[in-house]
């Protein structure tokens, strides 16, 4: 199960060559880190790291503070260029490719922090996620230019739909500062749901969360995960336990280990670098528990 010296994995048998171009090859398909190398300075963040994320599949990827975890998901969102090793998707290349260019391709993604548009409805900023050519007629309708109505309306349709599958409708006309933080983490994710992504990745969508919020978005990403893949980064591991169909745990840069939730949770490797334990002899269930109440204790004093 542990992550080969060389970084090497399944990732590394899909090589087919050419490079992404924007709103191509749309459908199911297979998500490839290869090898991927990223050094600031002095420092490698990460360290020949390979992966993989197959069609309809949830990766759970986690590791202690400072494993890598936030600097992979920029490398796979575009933020940064990594030094070596490739990106693939659906077999073409990603490399060079802007974060603005992933929705054309099928992919969204949420981040850490909600950034909505604090000016704009709720409504509004699911409409926003939209690629560039749906939000065409959004913006069209909005400065009143003929021939927008029928995209404009089918996007506002789309978009109400989603925040009714997520529990949200009741909210699309209000504005996102005026709505409990985990209303508006919805509304984040809806948005980037509205592109009717074929990859959806997520940085910590349980930040900010109470127990009962996290089981439902626990519910929400299996949910998804029947009409899309998912890679998700995030800490608290009773919800990646719960959803996830694999895992990949990082450490100082490194694949340490990949596996099922059953055998990650029993790895000596990952209970010594994850849970700070040499021995392996930490309950992972029982850590994941203390985990769940801080959250609750968090969330109530919030």
């Known amino acids: 199960m542990q992550g080969e010296p060389d970084g090497t994995s399944a990732a590394t048998s899909t090589r087919t060559g050419g490079t992404a171009s924007d709103g191509a ?25 390979s992966l993989f994320v197959d069609p309809g599949e949830v990766l759970g990827v ?34 060079g ?13 949420t981040l850490q922090g909600v950034g909505l548009f604090a000016g704009m409805t709720v409504l509004e900023n699911v409409m926003a996620g939209a690629t560039s050519r749906a ?14 109505d029928k995209d404009e309306r089918a996007l506002r349709d789309r978009a109400m739909a989603i925040l009714t599958d997520l529990g949200a409708a009741q909210v699309a006309g209000r504005y996102p500062g005026a709505l409990p933080y985990p209303v508006q983490k919805r509304v984040a994710l809806a948005r980037a749901l509205v592109n009717e992504p074929d990859l959806l990745m997520l940085d910590e969508p349980a930040a900010g969360l109470g127990s009962d919020e996290m089981d439902e978005l626990g519910d929400t990403i299996r949910h998804l995960s029947g009409r899309m893949a998912v890679m998700l980064v995030e800490h608290h591991m009773d919800l990646v336990m719960r959803v996830c169909d694999r895992i990949t745990v990082l450490d100082f840069g490194r694949v340490i280990a990949n596996g099922t939730p059953a055998q990650v949770r029993t790895d000596p490797v990952v209970l010594a670098a994850y849970l700070g334990d040499e021995g392996g002899n930490i309950d992972i269930d029982a850590a994941a528990d203390v985990q769940r109440h801080a959250a609750d204790k968090q969330h109530k004093e919030a």
């Open 25 to 49: 090859g749309r459908g199911p398909g297979r998500f490839d880190v290869d090898g991927v190398t990223v050094r600031f300075g002095g420092l490698t963040a990460l360290d020949s790291v």
């Open 62 to 95: 986690i590791g202690p503070n400072g494993a890598g975890k936030t600097t992979l998901f920029n490398v796979v969102c575009g933020f940064i260029d990594p030094n070596e090793g490739v990106l693939r998707w659906r077999g073409e290349r990603l490399e």
């Open 97 to 109: 490719l802007k974060p603005h260019k992933l929705a054309g391709l099928g992919i969204s993604r």
């Open 135 to 148: 939000k065409a007629g959004f913006f069209s309708a909005a400065l009143g230019l003929p021939g927008s």
